[in-house]
Structure formats: C-alpha cells, structure tokens
C-alpha cells in the first residue's frame, strides 16, 4: 500500500530540493552516524546528481570517506495548522491540531571533489543562482584570484549520485478542498516565517 502522502515524482523531488537550497546530510563514520547541514546545488539536466561542500576539517568528510555513502534530508515550507480555521470544526467539531510540511530525503554514493577548477564551478554556480535575484548581484569574479584560491583550499566537495529518492508531501491532501482553502487563509492571514510559501504549496498540491 502506497505509504500516506507520498511523493515519488523524481523531478518534481529534484525541483523541490533546488528551490529549498538547503540540506541536512548523514554519513555512517567509524564511530557512528555523522551529520552536517551545507546548501545543496542539484545539477542541471542530471537526474540523479547533486553537490555540497564542508569545511576541510568537518568531521562528516571522514565519515563519507569511510562509508563511501552519504544521505540528506531537506525539509521546505512547514507550519503548525489550527484546528480551528478547519469549516469541519463547526459541523462536527472532531479535529486536532496537525503539521503540514514537505520533505525530500536521498540517499547514494559519494566521491570528494577536491579538483580546483572543479570546486570552483561549483561554488561559482552556487553563487550565481542565490545572487541572481540581487539587485547588483556579486560574482566569484569580483574578488581577488589569490583570496578565492586561498577560500576554496579550504572546503572540500561531495557529489551524491542518488540511488534512492522519496518525498513527503504532506499537504492537507486528506481534508476537504473546503478545510484545505480555510488553512491557506488561515496561513495567510497569519503571515508567520514560512506561512506564505506553506499556503502556496497547499494550493499546488489540492489543484493537482
């Protein structure tokens, strides 16, 4: 039975993971599972490819070395949902509070880049897609060769190539389109961190 609210559209998946920007990943170490947090860039026109970088010396990179496998979970727009924007409330009044969320999780081998040039296009890449929406954007270009030769000696970079992907998009799916339309006013109108983006995956997902 397909597990509730599951989503198994690789790309849709991927689409989500580039606009989240942002992951937690684990590795299996000697002396047990190892985590770090770094933004994540999915590489265009490749399904099953995305990159990160940690600093030399984080203790995730050992792990990676060792396993020769790396997972990541990347969490996008969440919140807490009111029983009480529900229309079901009144006729009924059998609610409970929930947590709407989507989440996207990956798990595969992984090789180090440690390349120079390599390393720079992908950081350059980073850049230019989170500085794209700047009013003067900066570029990797505008500072000093030697600096960044010097900043990129001290990261190092991980390629997952995913062998197993899955989502959970948990979006008010399993209430009426009437309660589903009350929480996005309701997320509306509380205009919290993340209530905007929350309400719009809502709409999204009850207009597929």
Do not use: C
């Amino acid at each position: 039975m397909k597990p509730a609210f599951e989503e198994a559209r690789v790309p849709v998946m991927l689409t989500a993971l580039h606009e989240i920007g942002f992951a937690t990943f684990v590795s299996n170490g000697t002396d047990g599972n190892v985590l770090g947090q770094a933004p994540v860039e999915v590489l265009p026109g490749s399904p099953d490819r995305v990159r990160f970088h940690l600093g030399h010396n984080h203790p995730l990179l050992d792990a990676i070395q060792a396993s020769g496998t790396v997972s990541l979970s990347a969490v996008g727009p969440h919140g807490y949902i009111s029983p009480t924007w529900y229309t079901s409330k009144a006729e009924r009044g059998a609610v409970v509070p929930t947590w709407d969320y989507l989440a996207v999780h990956a798990h595969g081998s992984a090789r180090r880049i440690e390349d120079a040039s390599e390393l720079r296009f992908h950081v350059t890449a980073l850049t230019d897609r989170h500085e794209a929406s700047m009013p003067d954007p900066w570029s990797v270009e505008d500072a000093p060769g030697e600096y960044i030769t010097r900043m990129l000696a001290g990261i190092v970079g991980v390629e997952l190539t995913i062998e197993r992907m899955s989502g959970t998009w948990k979006l008010s799916q399993n209430r009426s389109r009437e309660d589903q339309r009350a929480v996005v006013a309701g997320l509306r109108e509380r205009a919290g961190s993340g209530d905007a983006e929350l309400a719009d995956a809502i709409e999204a997902t009850s207009a597929d």
